[in-house]
């Protein structure tokens, strides 16, 4: 299997740093080459350029917006926005829901939420987890009952990312308590500002409210706001889940950061020279380029695999390889970062500290090393555990 680009995909490649360079904001690209996660203002902009040149939903058909891009140039476009970096899609709108109804959802709802969700009219929320419901999805609680052209809902979700600026919310919910637990549940795509809703955040271990619980109390929801079949809701949760594993290998962010972190250590001194040119960071830092250029070559061979298959709206099982070292390269990436940063990285700024001799090499980036590092604790946990994708893995695989 050849898997160097074509000189029809370089080509490709160079549109595609070309636009980047000439429209996305410096001070956006800059904030999150300083380790900044962004801001909702900067993504509603950005996601607004790519909706205007048509590349804001790049893997959706073309009769919904995409790009009829093959594969490997979905992977180009993915890796070039993460280097540069800019900003990366609303993955709860574009590479979730989004999905989910175009495939499974009725005409009206493709009409009505599509092109609302490619231009981020509308920011979506995912509500899956519950208290007693984490990686055994299946077992959520939260009910939905019938009562005439409405649903009742109620229930708590949990872990609901970016839930305080949601206009919308689809959730799994429990529609049919007497049969198996994976056959009684549905979809449901409900108005963050229908009444009974409350968001309450969740303080994170780096300081951030990214995470939030959703109460939701006698919430009605119309029928129309269905996808798909009545309890047919988990196998729509394993579509979205499966597209969500694919995207979440990151390798442009990772090479990124590794970008970073050279730099930065070239700048800061120890014992009397570079940190780059210690041999034991040296080591740590090529063992983790190494398992990167792994990583990379393997998501090529999805990719080209994806692309010789076609659409067949199911996943590849190796898609959990990818959301494995992935995630373990993201959080190895963060530890390099706080070995670099060292005190730097705590959450004061040196240069303000009375009689400090430590001048701050990079005060802004310093200022997000450590809040990345606790942050990125969670990247192993969602979009399925690594324990459960190894689960996968051994089952689909490795046929054991």
Known sequence: MDLRYTPEELAFRDEVRAFLKENLPEDVR???????????????????ILN??????????????GTGWDPMRQYIFLEETQKWPAPQPLAFGVNMVGPVIYTFGNEAQKAQYLPRIANLDDWWCQGFSEPGAGSDLASLKTRAVRDGDHYIVNGQKTWTTLAQYADWIFCLVRTDTQVKKQEGISFLLIDMKTPGIEVRPIVTIDGGREVNEVFLTDVRVPVENLVGEENKGWDYAKFLLGNERTNIARVGMSKQRIARIRELAGKEMSRGRPLIEDPRFLEKLTAVEIELKALELTQLRVVAADAKRG?????DPASSILKIKG????QATT??????????ALPYHDHDIEGSNMPPIEPDY????????FNYRKVSIYGGSNEIQKNIIAKAVLGL
């Open 30 to 48: 800059q904030r999150l080459n300083n380790g900044e996660y962004g801001n909702k203002e900067d993504l509603v902009s950005w996601s607004r």
């Open 52 to 65: 205007q040149k048509g590349w804001a939903v790049p893997h959706w058909p073309e009769k919904y917006g």
């Open 335 to 344: 530890h390099l970062l706080m070995q670099v940063m060292g005190p730097h």
């Open 327 to 330: 995630s373990e390269i993201q």
């Open 366 to 373: 310093a200022a997000h090393a450590a809040p990345s590092y």
């Open 311 to 315: 659409n067949t709206g199911r996943p």
